[in-house]
């Protein structure tokens, strides 16, 4: 499986890739161990930064990179920590003690949205809806598996199918 094509819009581009954090070394992600990542290009599949920087590669390029936290998942938004009546738990925590760093779920009429526990009283759970990510810059160093053409179904769904992809 090799060839000479390069990453491309419509293409679909298969990486190995491990993301530190930049001041701390600290790895928050990794392909390691697993399936590489497979992402349509020119589809936002991928935070801007992450694609803009493979544009060209071909497969067994090695690539490391830093992005500022605009390339990637942008900047802090403090109206995205809400303030939540704790009797709204309710039912969780019959099942489940509540505690701050936990990352939870909300079902929102846009569909679901993660959140995390920054403060707990006994009437409010403060709860952080900005990416974990957000705010910061991010090193990623990357290795370009496997590209190939998308086909009309990809293009259609508009992600990639197949390991490290979507899976219908
Ligand atoms: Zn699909």
């Known amino acids: 499986m090799s060839n000479n094509m390069k990453i491309e819009a ?25 399936d590489p990542l497979s992402f349509l290009v020119g589809h936002n599949q991928m935070i801007p930064g992450f694609e803009a920087n493979l544009m060209g590669c071909g497969i067994g390029e090695r690539k490391e990179f830093t992005l500022t936290a605009d390339e990637a998942y942008g900047q802090r938004d403090d109206e995205a920590v809400m303030q939540i009546e704790r009797a709204n738990f309710a039912q969780l925590e019959q099942e489940a003690a509540l505690e701050v760093g936990m990352q939870l779920v909300a079902q929102m009429p846009h569909g679901p949205a993660p959140f995390t526990i920054t403060a707990l009283t006994d009437d409010t759970v403060t709860a952080d809806f900005n990416h974990a990510l957000a705010g910061e810059s991010l090193t990623f160093a990357v290795e370009v598996v496997d ?14 199918h197949g390991p490290g ?4």
């Open 147 to 160: 590209v190939r053409e998308a086909s009309a179904e990809e293009l259609a769904h508009g992600h990639a």
């Open 10 to 34: 419509n293409t679909v581009a298969s990486v190995h890739y491990t993301g530190t954090l930049p001041e701390s070394g600290e790895v928050f992600d990794s392909s390691e161990g697993r």
């Open 165 to 168: 992809g979507h899976h219908h």
